[in-house]
């Protein structure tokens, strides 16, 4: 006698379909939904650098003059200058509570590049380091360890106003001078 093994075959066919009906039915009706939600706050480091204890976050100029220069003269009054002077000018750049590091430079016009000028530059010292030049620039730079510790760069200036036999007048009360001594440019960008 034959055992006709249909129910199982068909049992079988069924389970398969089920099986195909479920995962076409599983991938074809599942959706996927994300949703991200968050605030996002970053700081923004400061950037607050003095210099001769005056804010340069915008372009500022400060008048050097007479009074604004230690002059070393045995043969001119205490608080007077003449030619043949030398002096200093000290330049303090304080970083404050700026919070990143920075590159730095100083360009001077004095006599050598301006005729008009009266003074004439001999060298820039700092007392944190050597300063780089390339022709009349001076390049410096701070780091965010000597910022964070609140260090403030002292830049010395030697200057000295060349005798050239011209008699030159300048009124220190006027508020306007009729000649210029220096002239010098700071500019300031956070290093990369």
């Known amino acids: 006698?034959?055992?006709?093994?249909?129910?199982?075959?068909?049992?079988?066919?069924?389970?398969?379909?089920?099986?195909?009906?479920?995962?076409?039915?599983?991938?074809?009706?599942?959706?996927?939904?994300?949703e991200v939600t968050g605030n996002v706050e970053s700081d923004i480091a400061d950037w607050k650098i003095k210099v001769n204890d005056t804010l340069i976050t915008t372009e500022t100029e400060q008048v050097i003059n007479i009074?604004?220069?230690?002059?070393?003269?045995?043969?001119?009054?205490?608080?007077?200058?003449?030619?043949?002077?030398?002096?200093?000018?000290e330049?303090?750049?304080?970083?404050?509570?700026?919070?990143v590091a920075?590159?730095?430079?100083?360009?001077?016009?004095?006599?050598?590049?301006?005729?008009?000028?009266?003074?004439?530059?001999?060298?820039?010292?700092s007392d944190v380091g050597k300063l780089d030049k390339i022709d009349n620039t001076y390049h410096g730079s701070m780091s965010l360890n000597d910022i964070k510790s609140g260090k403030k760069e002292k830049l010395t200036m030697y200057v000295k106003w060349e005798e050239h036999g011209q008699d030159t007048v300048v009124i220190p009360?006027?508020?306007?001078?009729?000649?210029?001594?220096?002239?010098?440019?700071?500019?300031?960008v956070q290093k990369k």
């Not at 920075?102 to 010292?125: A, G």
């Open 91 to 99: 330049i303090t750049i304080d970083p404050t509570s700026t919070g």
């Open 173 to 188: 009360e006027e508020e306007t001078q009729t000649t210029d001594f220096i002239e010098m440019s700071f500019k300031v």
């Open 1 to 34: 006698m034959k055992t006709v093994k249909k129910p199982k075959t068909i049992a079988l066919i069924i389970v398969i379909l089920i099986c195909l009906l479920y995962l076409k039915g599983n991938s074809t009706y599942t959706s996927y939904e994300s």
């Open 67 to 89: 009074d604004s220069i230690s002059w070393e003269s045995n043969h001119t009054r205490d608080g007077k200058a003449s030619p043949g002077a030398s002096g200093t000018i």
């Open 102 to 125: 920075f590159d730095y430079e100083l360009t001077v016009i004095d006599q050598t590049v301006d005729p008009t000028k009266i003074l004439v530059v001999n060298e820039i010292d």
